[in-house]
Nanobody, 113 residues
């Protein structure tokens, strides 16, 4: 059974940085793309960033140049480095296997002064 566990969320001031991490159990991790989604209060869930099994990445326009997704296939982890955070980045962030095949429980990120 696949399990995804996120960590690293919290409260940060505008302009600050956070690093989210997702640990994936299960041997199928290495053949799947991995992705991060987020959902802000009152808004639809949106794709933030994705990374293929070979390391190709894609980002939402709203986070390009500020966020970076990476994976460590030896450790079955995928990280999201978030820099220059803005209040509009406030949301629950979810790690997913593939693009929404399996979901983690989510971690809250709050950007506020």
């Amino acid at each position: 059974q696949v399990q995804l566990v996120e960590s690293g969320g919290g409260l940060v001031q505008p302009g600050g940085s956070l690093r989210l991490s997702c640990a994936v159990s299960g041997s199928i991790y290495s053949i799947y793309a991995m992705s991060w989604y987020r959902q802000a209060p009152g808004k639809q869930r949106e794709l933030v960033a994705g990374i293929t099994s070979s390391g190709d990445t894609n980002y939402a326009d709203s986070v390009k140049g500020r966020f970076s997704i990476s994976r460590d296939n030896a450790k079955n982890t995928v990280d999201l480095q978030m820099n220059s955070l803005k209040p509009e980045d406030t949301a629950v962030y979810y790690c997913t296997l593939g693009y929404g095949v399996h979901w983690g429980q989510g971690t809250q990120v709050t950007v506020s002064s």
